[in-house]
C-alpha cells in the first residue's frame, strides 16, 4: 500500500481555467499518467485550484515531482508534492 501512495502527486496553486485534459497533455512528457482527478466545487462545478496525478510508476512520479515542483503553468506557481 506504501508504493501505491508513492505513484499519486498532488499539485496545487492551478488556474481555476485548468481542465483535466491540460493537465494530462502537461504531465504526461514526464511518464504513463494513468489518473488525473480534480477537486470540483459542487455548487459551481469550478476547480478547486488542485489535482492528483496519477503514475504507473514512483520513478515517473520522483522524475515529475524534481521537474514540475515550483514551475509557472498557465501564469501560476504551482507546487507538486507526494499525495
Known amino acids: 500500500m506504501a508504493k ?7 499539485v496545487s496553486r492551478l488556474s481555476s481555467f485548468t481542465n483535466n485534459e491540460q493537465l494530462k ?12 482527478r480534480m477537486a470540483v466545487d459542487r455548487i459551481t462545478q469550478r476547480p ?4 492528483f496525478v496519477t503514475y504507473k510508476s514512483d520513478v515517473e512520479a520522483q522524475k515529475t515531482l ?7 503553468v498557465y501564469g501560476r506557481l504551482i507546487f507538486v508534492e507526494v499525495a
Do not use: A
Request: proline share 3%; net charge positive.
Open 48 to 51: 478547486k485550484g488542485f489535482d
Open 66 to 72: 524534481k521537474s514540475m515542483n515550483g514551475r509557472m
Open 25 to 36: 497533455r502537461l504531465f504526461s512528457p514526464f511518464g504513463d499518467v494513468t489518473d488525473v
Open 4 to 10: 501505491r501512495l508513492s505513484l499519486q502527486l498532488f
